[in-house]
Nanobody, 124 residues
Framework: QVQLVESGGGLVQAGGSLSLSCAAS????????MGWFRQAPGKERKFVAA????????TYTDSVKGRFTISRDNAKNTAYLQMNSLKPEDTAVYYC?????????????????WGQGTQVTVSS
């Protein structure tokens, strides 16, 4: 069993930055791929970024490419999402997730464990 706890959300002006963290419990964190998803009010949850078990493979949804960076520190059992040049349309609850495989997936149903979410609000 893996438990995930996100932190780092908040309110920021457009053009600003936030760094999200996802702390994981469990000895198997380093073997699992990780993903970040977001859900805006009244909309479905959508893929943002993912990273494989070792951190040498990452992928992003087009709208955040060049602005967001996903990373992980397996020694600390933590994944990160650095968000720069934030836009009002980035406003959402952000969730981290892990899956019991080492490779990346874009699909939320392929992830086995989820955090409780952290709110990110970008004002214009």
């Amino acid at each position: 069993q893996v438990q995930l706890v996100e932190s780092g959300g908040g309110l920021v002006q457009a053009g600003g930055s936030l760094s999200l963290s996802c702390a994981a419990s469990g000895r198997t964190f380093s073997t699992y791929a990780m993903g970040w998803f977001r859900q805006a009010p009244g909309k479905e949850r959508k893929f943002v970024a993912a990273i494989n078990w070792s951190g040498d493979s990452t992928t992003y949804t087009d709208s955040v490419k060049g602005r967001f960076t996903i990373s992980r520190d397996n020694a600390k059992n933590t994944a990160y999402l650095q968000m720069n040049s934030l836009k009002p349309e980035d406003t959402a609850v952000y969730y981290c997730a892990s899956r019991r495989y080492s490779t990346i997936s874009y699909t939320d149903r392929m992830y086995d464990y989820w955090g409780q979410g952290t709110q990110v609000t970008v004002s214009s």
